[in-house]
Each structure stands twice: as C-alpha cells, then as structure tokens.
C-alpha cells in the first residue's frame, strides 16, 4: 500500500492564480481531511469528507473548495491565491472517526507571491 | 484563540536521558489526547493517547501524564534515542465530536544529540 500520497510536493504560485492539490489513498477509508500548517503553528483543518459526496468545512475553509467523488480521491481546489495561503497542506485519511487512526500524507508546500 | 498551547518550541536532551515535553489546554470539553511525532518533509504520525478519564497511559519508552485539575500533559520518553529527535504535536479532541477533530498545538522540537 502507498497510503496517503499528495502531489505535487511544491509549487509557486502567483497571486490570482488557481491551483488543484492532489491526494490520494488507497486503505479504503472512509473519512479524509485535508489541513494546513503555517511556519511555527500547528495544524488546522480546512475541509473533511465523511465519505463519497459527502464534504464539510473545518475550522478554516474560506479561500479553499473540495470534492468528493470517490473513496480515494479528495482534492483541494484554491481559486484565486492570495499570500495568506502560503503554508504547508497535508491531507489525511482514516476508516472510522478515531482520530488516532488518522494517516497524514507527505505534504505539499505552496508559496503564493 | 489558542486552546492548546506548547510553551517550548525546542528541547534538547542528551541520549539516554528523560525527555520532557509540556502540554498546556483550556477547553475542559476534550476528551483524548493524542500525541503525534513529525519529522521533516514527512507528514504527522499518532505516537500515543491519553483519555480524559486516566491520568496515565504507557507505551514502551513513551508515557502521557494528564493533570485535568491544571490542564496539563506531559509526555515522557525514557530512555531518549536520537531517532526520536523530531516535532511533536500535542492535539486534543473535542469531546461528543463525531468528526473526532483535532486541536493541534505549535509544536515542540526535540533533539536528542549522543
């Protein structure tokens, strides 16, 4: 199994500009998060899905959209990048609710200037 | 708004010694504890957890002590290796959350040097 895997690892991005972040898992799990770290905190979550079709906003989902449309994909969409979007994004999986049987993937870092 | 702080955003400990990170709350509505380890360009992995209920939950080296009276945990690793220098996360859970969502804190940095 690859887990959790998100492309791409870094990308730059103007202001304005629009950009798909890719995750994928392939546990089967129902449950996929996506969050993101900026430097010196912890992490927030953005967007959820509970299964497919199914999405809800997290704590700080304003900037950013999100799909579901099957088990293993959940891709984030930015729309118009602003700087404050600069951070780290990790997306997660799990099969149930229990938090610690959440798998992070590896990352993507954005840079919007 | 932090619920969830962590004073020391860096530790170093010497091999084979106690490592010591501190976790401080204000939400009395978390119902676990966790604990997640981070090493660069990796994403976060669940190292233990702690429910409300206990005061102490062992694993191995690593052991959670939870004063809900200060709202305060501690996480112990005994004896420290240099694999474990990493950062870690403490992330409560809000309690009667279906999402089982998570608090993160900012972070604790741990070097152990040999």
């Known amino acids: 199994n690859a887990g959790v895997t998100q492309t791409p690892k870094f990308r730059i991005l103007k202001i304005g500009q629009s950009m798909t972040l890719q995750c994928t898992q392939d546990m089967n799990h129902n449950y996929m998060y996506w969050y993101r770290q900026d430097p010196g905190m912890g992490l927030k979550l953005i967007y959820y899905s509970v299964g497919a079709g199914i999405t809800d906003k997290g704590e700080v989902p304003n900037g950013y959209n999100v799909s579901r449309s099957t088990t293993e994909d959940f891709p984030l969409r930015l729309e118009l990048a602003a700087p404050s979007q600069t951070s780290v994004y990790f997306c997660?999986?799990?099969?149930?609710?229990?938090?610690?049987?959440?798998?992070f993937g590896p990352g993507t870092r954005l840079t919007v200037t | 708004d932090q619920q969830v702080k962590q004073n020391s955003p860096s530790l170093s400990v010497q091999e084979g010694r106690i490592s010591i990170l501190n976790c401080d709350y204000t939400?009395?509505?978390?119902?676990?504890f966790l604990w997640y380890k981070k090493y660069p360009a990796e994403g976060p992995t669940f190292l233990i957890s702690i429910s409300s209920i206990k005061d102490k939950n062992e694993d191995g080296r690593f052991t959670v002590f939870l004063n809900k009276s200060a709202k305060h945990l501690s996480l112990h690793i005994v004896p420290s290796q240099p694999g474990d220098s990493a950062v870690y996360f403490c992330?409560?859970?809000?309690?009667?959350?279906?999402?089982?969502?998570?608090?993160f804190g900012r972070g604790t940095q741990l070097t152990v040097w040999p």
């Open positions: 992330a409560p859970r809000g309690r009667g959350s279906t999402l089982g969502r998570l608090y």
């Open positions: 997660a999986s799990s099969y149930s609710s229990v938090p610690s049987e959440q798998y």
């Open positions: 939400n009395s509505m978390f119902d676990y």
